[in-house]
């Protein structure tokens, strides 16, 4: 099965990816994984890729659709493959599109996970992350309990990542929705869409997508 998540920042493609992988047994294609593999890493490309992602911004559709290219020729997408993050615009659908034909595959099912604005936000903003380890926390769901301000595991110092700021999160959004939404029209024509709702717990949004799956 090959497949498709869309959804906002901080709509919960992510959280919802492991648990698809695990129970259709494919892999996950996260371009910010890998973007930020690259920024860890200062490669050129996390360099490029970090200059838009600051200012919530969209990295170039030559970066991008290059990547996903050779990653879908590796091994394990043979029998499917999820993509998270990708494509975000008509034109990447398209240069998917044909690069999937060229491979003898298609894309089965896009899911769009759908949750308000104003949820995006507080979800978005209160995410911290630890200097030393990389481990993640919120100001809402998931507080340190040892010391605030302090990871649990390691005792690094919390801190905000610059695209976690409110006007660069808003920022986001309007990006996301101004070139998103054409997408999720030209997925719509296709009969391929499939639109869950985004609020409720973990295990209830997977409940709704392994629905529509089938």
């Known amino acids: 099965m090959n497949i498709?998540?869309?959804?906002?920042?901080g709509g919960g493609k992510g959280?919802?990816?492991?648990?698809?992988?695990?129970?259709?047994?494919?892999?996950?294609?996260?371009?910010?994984?890998?973007?930020?593999d690259n920024l860890?890493?200062?490669?050129e490309l996390g360099k490029k890729a970090k200059e838009y992602m600051d200012k919530g911004g969209l990295v170039p559709d030559?970066?991008?659709?290059g990547i996903v290219r050779d990653r879908l020729k590796q091994p394990d997408c043979a029998g499917?493959?999820?993509?998270?993050?990708?494509?975000?615009?008509?034109?990447q659908a398209e240069a998917l599109g044909k690069a999937l034909s060229e491979m003898g595959k298609k894309i089965d099912h896009v899911v769009s996970?759908?949750?308000?604005?104003?949820?995006?936000?507080k979800r978005l903003t209160g995410r911290r992350t630890?200097?030393?380890?990389?481990?993640?926390y919120h100001v809402m769901f998931k507080k340190?309990?040892?010391?605030?301000?302090?990871?649990d595991k390691c005792g690094g110092e919390l801190y905000q990542r610059d695209d976690d700021n409110e006007a660069t999160v808003r920022n986001r959004l309007d990006v996301y929705k101004q070139s998103t939404q054409p997408l999720i029209d030209f997925y719509q024509k296709k009969g391929l869409l499939r639109a869950i709702n985004g609020m409720g717990s973990i295990q209830d949004i997977f409940g709704r997508i392994t629905k529509v799956l089938g």
């Open 62 to 65: 030559d970066v991008v659709i």
């Open 4 to 9: 498709i998540l869309l959804g906002p920042p």
């Open 80 to 91: 499917g493959f999820m993509l998270d993050g990708f494509p975000r615009t008509v034109p």
């Open 15 to 36: 959280t919802q990816a492991k648990p698809l992988m695990e129970r259709y047994k494919i892999p996950q294609i996260s371009t910010g994984d890998i973007f930020r």
């Open 144 to 151: 340190p309990q040892k010391k605030e301000g302090a990871c």
């Open 40 to 43: 860890k890493r200062g490669t």
């Open 130 to 136: 630890c200097r030393g380890c990389g481990e993640g």
């Open 113 to 121: 996970i759908d949750v308000p604005d104003e949820e995006l936000i």
